[in-house]
């Protein structure tokens, strides 16, 4: 038997106006997902214990079946683990955005712009990241670059507890009152404050802002943590388990795992990701020897964070037609299950993560798992009654599938 989880970061969302007070999973054109919605269990589940954010990071290790309130050490160590950084023991680590900023002269009266800078190229993101380690680099203050703009600080001997905002959770609103608080507040606050006056002028962003994209002008400190561990997939779950994504964090998770980490060309982590490219490697790597594979999409989220509800529906447009419509045909000839589902939703209205329930649907080609819903969507989600409490509780419905 073999396993596959489609997991559409961010993509459930809020009814909105301008699509006759729909959802962009309601407004999508999902003809693959339409076909399988009778024949599957469809309901909701809280991804995101109580008391919990609703990050990519806490929602993910749930929906891979483990139990955040265990394991959950912060963010950007899973980050750091993927972007092959070794951690010690008493290391701590922060996500450091390149963001976009507006040009108040205080620090404190400007507005977040844009979390992503545009999503700068890792390329362009690459020589600020460097240019700036050349200026803050030191015996307790690392930084290294990541992908595109999502790069890491290690702190030597750090401590944890600072009030720290993620960016995505303040676009276009007064950075005023969400500037990192507590024992290394003030140098984290000077890193960025620096960074600005760094970056404003270089020479990629003056390219950037001649070229009408928006500025790399700010970092923007994060997402703290120390040293993860996680259980091994293998041994719990005795099945051999792969990742696919373009984000580090959900790379990471896997990593901690012990699965097989698998690379496709084209993941961007945007709506211009190869999608179908992403559904063949799963494809291929269950067909010549894993059990379950994971893939992770990012593009929706992305989405939501930007109030951008046309390219969500085009994100989950192709998720349908590129990926699940793959995964049927080339799994056609194999015993398997499949489960679908957001992380956690990121609705457009609000620009950021909720905690609420998120629609999963599990499919079978070996067995009817139908329980009244006629597409895949919030409302018919709800209409089931299907309710899972926890999110690790997906994994479990998915394995329990067997001809």
């Keep these: 038997m073999k396993y596959v989880v489609v997991l559409g970061d961010g993509m459930a969302d809020w009814k909105i106006a301008a699509l006759g007070n729909k959802t962009c999973l309601e407004a999508a054109k999902t003809p693959a997902l339409d076909k399988l919605a009778p024949h599957s269990e469809v309901g909701l589940c809280k991804t995101v214990p109580d008391g919990m954010k609703p990050g990519s990071d806490v929602a993910n290790m749930s929906v891979m079946g483990f139990n955040p309130k265990d394991y959950y050490t912060g963010r950007s160590p899973l980050e750091a683990v993927s972007m092959g950084i070794e951690l010690k023991d008493t290391d701590v680590t922060l996500r450091c955005n390149l963001v976009t900023l507006s040009d108040e002269k205080n620090y404190e009266d400007k507005t977040m712009v844009d979390y992503s800078a545009g999503e700068i190229s890792t390329a362009e993101a690459a020589e600020l990241i460097n240019f700036l380690k050349t200026k803050f680099d030191d015996d307790i203050f690392t930084f290294y670059p990541g992908v595109s703009y999502r790069h890491c600080l290690v702190v030597k001997n750090g401590s944890i507890g600072h009030d720290l905002t993620p960016p995505h959770d303040i676009s276009d609103k007064p950075?005023?009152?969400?500037?990192?608080?507590?024992?290394?507040?003030?140098?984290?606050?000077?890193?960025?404050?620096?960074?600005?006056?760094?970056?404003?002028?270089?020479?990629?962003?003056?390219?950037?802002?001649?070229?009408?994209?928006?500025?790399?002008?700010?970092?923007?400190?994060?997402?703290?943590?120390?040293?993860?561990?996680?259980?091994?997939?293998?041994?719990?779950?005795?099945?051999?388990?792969?990742?696919?994504?373009?984000?580090?964090?959900?790379?990471?998770?896997?990593?901690?795992?012990?699965?097989?980490?698998?690379?496709?060309?084209?993941?961007?982590?945007?709506?211009?990701?190869?999608?179908?490219?992403?559904?063949?490697?799963?494809?291929?790597?269950?067909?010549?020897?894993?059990?379950?594979?994971?893939?992770?999409?990012?593009?929706?989220?992305?989405?939501?964070?930007?109030?951008?509800?046309?390219?969500k529906i085009y994100s989950i447009e192709r998720i349908d037609s590129e990926v699940v419509a793959t995964l049927l045909e080339r799994l056609k000839n194999e015993e398997f299950a499949m489960l679908v589902c957001p992380d956690h939703p990121t609705p457009c209205a609000c620009k950021t993560h909720v905690s609420e329930p998120v629609p999963y649907l599990i499919y079978s080609n070996v067995k009817d798992l139908g329980n009244g819903a006629t597409r895949y969507t919030e409302p018919e989600a709800a209409k089931t009654g299907a309710l899972l409490p926890e999110g690790r509780l997906l994994i479990e419905h998915l394995l329990s599938v067997n001809p």
Aim: glycine letters at 14%; a positive charge; charged letters at 25%.
């Design 175 to 311: 950075v005023k009152g969400h500037l990192p608080k507590g024992k290394n507040g003030d140098i984290y606050l000077n890193f960025m404050k620096k960074s600005y006056e760094l970056l404003k002028d270089h020479p990629i962003n003056l390219k950037r802002i001649k070229e009408g994209k928006n500025p790399a002008n700010s970092i923007w400190l994060w997402g703290e943590g120390t040293k993860p561990m996680l259980g091994n997939f293998e041994k719990l779950r005795h099945l051999k388990g792969g990742v696919i994504s373009a984000v580090d964090l959900v790379k990471g998770i896997g990593m901690l795992a012990g699965m097989k980490i698998i690379d496709v060309d084209g993941s961007t982590g945007d709506y211009n990701t190869n999608f179908k490219g992403k559904a063949n490697a799963a494809a291929d790597a269950l067909l010549q020897g894993l059990d379950y594979v994971y893939i992770h999409m990012e593009a929706p989220d992305e989405c939501g964070h930007h109030g951008d509800p046309a390219h």
